[in-house]
């Protein structure tokens, strides 16, 4: 009896959340496509008016009218790229929709790419790099054969920013899963892993997490990934399900879908083109495809896997890090539980609850020597605040624990510096409005701070007003790092 009333209980749990991510799904969905309707509408009605101006001036024209204005030539500022985490899209999905909410136009050069949503951290690393530099995503002969996906992959004729390097790097500013993404590109510029480029991890300049998946989450194994295993999935959960839907729109292919959001996969050629019935038959029993290879993000997420993930990651000398971790829980009487009620998106208040009382399975191997429950608590709906601040596993990077901006300026590159604020985990995306005021505060932080305070000596790469040295860096090298 016991027995049956805890499947009973689970599988009301498995449909609750199932019906509460698929209404957030659908309202995001309703939202773009109501915006694009509207936007249109607009534009029909609209009187046609003679403009001279075929659009703003590009940066050549704005240094062009500063050199007729007798101003000096002003050189450009590296780009800051947005990238996205889970299920998210970069401009030019889901019609006018912001993944950021608007964030990037707060400063005049910030890209925001569209990567894989589910894909493997891998795969979206590969991507990002041929979006900034151009040519067709190449994910590597190895990786493709080892995964049964094809090596070659998008085209992007030109590059969003082509002069790409050491002498014009970039800023990234990752959010969940996506500071991840950063890092394993960083990497991979380290290795000059890039046929034909010769790249260095000083392509880099600063990469700033926000709610960001560095050690994993337990909110994985309450999704459906096994304990213990980090790789396969429960025969029953709201992983499985999301598995069959993503296979069913792949192997339809709707051009139109497909081009409004995309899952990613294309380059496992999963469409009915490809595939015929049968190989729908094999894709959903699991026998084909990203979900039975592994060769998609969630095992990427697991702790097992996030700790095989670091363990090939460096902190690079040169590379400025900041980290927000975010929490909505508090400690009542020794137990941990969600710190509000209306703090929480309702997407996420079930999540916030499960992850304070989480405890790993007694016949499942504890993910890493030393683990404790008490140490996951804390969390975001998301993620756990321990796996936000810095890189802890397999080996813990320098870091360094921020209450107040001012005590740790000037920044020195290749620690972590990270703030703990209260907030869930899509504080920072799609939520301006309920946000508010603060959510505004934290990106123009998050921008001044790559404009202001995260540069190198040499060479200058800002405007001549910036190619100042910056003040002597403290030694840190007797002090104590690790904030625990």
């Given at each position: ?7 009973i ?6 449909l609750?959340?199932?019906a509460?991510?698929?209404l957030?799904?659908f309202y ?12 249109a ?7 046609n008016v003679l403009?001279?101006?075929t659009?703003?001036?590009?940066e050549g024209?704005?240094r062009?009218?500063a ?13 800051i ?13 889901l019609g ?10 707060k400063d005049d ?6 990567l894989?949503?589910l894909?493997?951290?891998?795969d979206?690393?590969?991507?990002l ?5 151009g040519?067709q995503v ?14 070659l ?45 010769d790249?260095?991890e000083d392509?880099?300049l600063s ?5 960001g ?11 459906g990934m096994?304990p213990?295993?980090?790789r ?10 999301c ?6 729109f792949?192997?339809?292919?709707i051009?139109w879908?497909k ?8 380059h496992?050629?999963m469409?009915?083109?490809?595939t015929?019935?049968?190989?729908l038959a ?5 026998n ?21 993930l670091n ?11 900041f980290s927000y ?9 020794g137990?941990?539980?969600p ?6 998106h ?7 609850l499960?992850?304070c009382?989480?405890r ?6 504890l993910p890493?020597k030393?683990?404790r429950d ?7 709906g998301?993620?756990n ?15 360094l ?9 000037p920044?020195?590159?290749g ?6 604020i209260?907030a869930d985990?899509i504080f920072f995306?799609?939520n301006?409005e309920r ?5 505004d ?6 921008f001044q701070?790559?404009r ?15 190619q ?15 904030n625990?």
């Amino acid at each position: 009896m016991a027995r049956l009333s805890i499947g009973i209980l689970g599988l009301t749990e498995l449909l609750v959340s199932a019906a509460v991510h698929l209404l957030f799904g659908f309202y995001i969905f309703s939202t773009a496509v109501a915006s694009d309707l509207s936007q249109a509408l607009t534009d029909c009605f609209r009187p046609n008016v003679l403009n001279l101006a075929t659009g703003d001036p590009d940066e050549g024209g704005k240094r062009q009218a500063a050199a007729l204005d007798g101003s000096p030539p002003q050189l450009p500022q590296p780009p800051i790229v947005l990238v996205h985490g889970i299920f998210g899209f970069g401009k030019g999905k889901l019609g006018g929709l912001s993944y950021f909410a608007g964030a990037e136009k707060k400063d005049d050069h910030v890209l925001v790419p569209d990567l894989g949503s589910l894909t493997s951290i891998h795969d979206r690393a590969r991507e990002l790099f041929y979006y900034l530099k151009g040519g067709q995503v190449d994910y590597g002969e190895e990786h493709s054969r080892n995964f049964g996906h094809a090596q070659l992959g998008k085209i992007y004729e030109r590059g969003h920013h082509p002069s790409w390097d050491e002498h014009h790097p970039v800023h990234f500013v990752g959010h969940s899963a996506g500071v991840q993404v950063a890092r394993v590109l960083q990497q991979m510029l380290a290795e000059k892993a890039f046929s034909g480029y010769d790249t260095s991890e000083d392509w880099v300049l600063s990469i700033t997490s926000l709610s960001g998946a560095i050690n994993g989450t337990i909110r994985t194994y309450y999704d459906g990934m096994r304990p213990g295993n980090g790789r396969t999935m429960k025969s029953i959960c709201l992983l499985q399900l999301c598995r069959i839907g993503v296979t069913l729109f792949d192997w339809f292919d709707i051009a139109w879908l497909k081009n409004y959001y995309n899952f990613g996969f294309d380059h496992f050629e999963m469409g009915w083109r490809k595939t015929g019935v049968s190989g729908l038959a094999e894709l959903l029993l699991g026998n084909t495809g990203p979900f039975a290879t592994g060769d998609w993000i969630l095992p990427d997420l697991t702790i097992e896997g996030s700790i095989k993930l670091n363990s090939g990651l460096r902190t690079f000398p040169n590379t400025f890090y900041f980290s927000y971790a975010t929490k909505r829980t508090r400690k009542i009487f020794g137990l941990t539980v969600p710190s509000t009620i209306l703090g929480v998106h309702p997407l996420l208040f079930l999540r916030v609850l499960q992850m304070c009382r989480w405890r790993f399975p007694r016949n499942a191997s504890l993910p890493y020597k030393g683990y404790r429950d008490e140490d996951w608590e804390d969390n975001d709906g998301a993620l756990n605040t321990i796996s936000m601040t810095h890189p802890r596993l397999p080996v813990e990077h320098p870091s360094l624990l921020v209450v107040d901006d001012s005590t740790c300026l000037p920044l020195q590159p290749g620690i972590w510096y990270y703030k703990i604020i209260e907030a869930d985990h899509i504080f920072f995306i799609l939520n301006r409005e309920r946000a508010g005021a603060q959510f505004d505060l934290m990106y123009d932080g998050i921008f001044q701070r790559c404009r202001k305070h995260m540069f190198r000596r040499t060479p200058a790469l800002h405007s001549e007003s910036s190619q100042l040295l910056p003040p002597k860096l403290p030694d840190y090298s007797s002090r104590r790092l690790e904030n625990k």
